[in-house]
């Protein structure tokens, strides 16, 4: 089983992470995007968005889009980070997977590319005044994620999911981003929490290193 994946990509992160704590036997191919290496005909036959990350099975078997990846993966371990057996706990990891991809990921990479990734790569100046909006929208989902894990563990229960393995991934950015937690006490704990998961470590090194 092959993952093709880039260091830093906070898509490919997550699956990595999972694969990590899961401890599969997966072989783990970076590909360079400068390159225009994912644009090449051999690429977008295994992804035709031409994106990491793409999982592909001994018998060319292929599967992209992060999340999807993930369920799979857990599935076919038989895992209980996705918790197929029952039907309630399933939706909620669901539904912070789904939280997670269309409000907390972009909101909190948006305020990295301002704050940090524009002077890094000579992308012009920052813009305050999506700064300032996307700071003020990164607030109110930390506000929903901190009241979410109040009286818990993890997001879902007593027990992490894959839920909290791709929260966790963007939450390891969030210093990086200039966010605090100190007024959200229910995410800075779980945050440590997460963070002392050598998978999670492993899996976000190469983006620390980068901001570093």
Not at 58 to 80: C, H, N, P, Q
Request: hydrophobic letters at 45%; a negative charge; aromatic letters at 8%.
């Amino acid at each position: 089983m092959k993952l093709y994946s880039m260091p830093i990509s906070p898509n490919a992160i997550r699956v990595r992470a999972l694969i990590h704590e899961l401890g599969l036997d997966v072989e783990i191919i970076d590909k360079d995007m400068r390159s225009g290496e994912l644009k090449s005909p051999e690429f977008l036959s295994l992804n035709p968005n031409g994106k990491v990350p793409v999982l592909e099975e001994d018998d060319g078997f292929t599967l992209w889009e992060s999340r999807a990846i993930m369920a799979y993966l857990a599935v076919k371990a038989g895992s209980t980070l996705y918790p197929v057996s029952d039907p309630r706990a399933q939706a909620q990891v669901d539904q912070w997977q789904s939280w997670h991809a269309v409000h907390f990921a972009p909101t909190i990479q948006q305020v990295l590319f301002e704050r940090r990734l524009k002077p890094l790569f000579g992308l012009g100046e920052p813009d305050e005044s999506k700064i300032e909006k996307t700071v003020k929208d990164a607030g109110e989902l930390l506000s929903v994620l901190d009241k979410g894990l109040e009286g818990k563990d993890y997001i879902a229960g007593d027990q992490m999911t894959l839920a909290d393995i791709s929260l966790a991934c963007t939450a390891a950015t969030l210093a990086q981003a200039g966010l605090l937690l100190e007024p959200y006490p229910a995410v800075a704990a779980w945050h440590l929490r997460m963070m002392e998961r050598p998978a999670i470590q492993k899996a976000v090194a190469p983006a620390m290193e980068f901001f570093a």
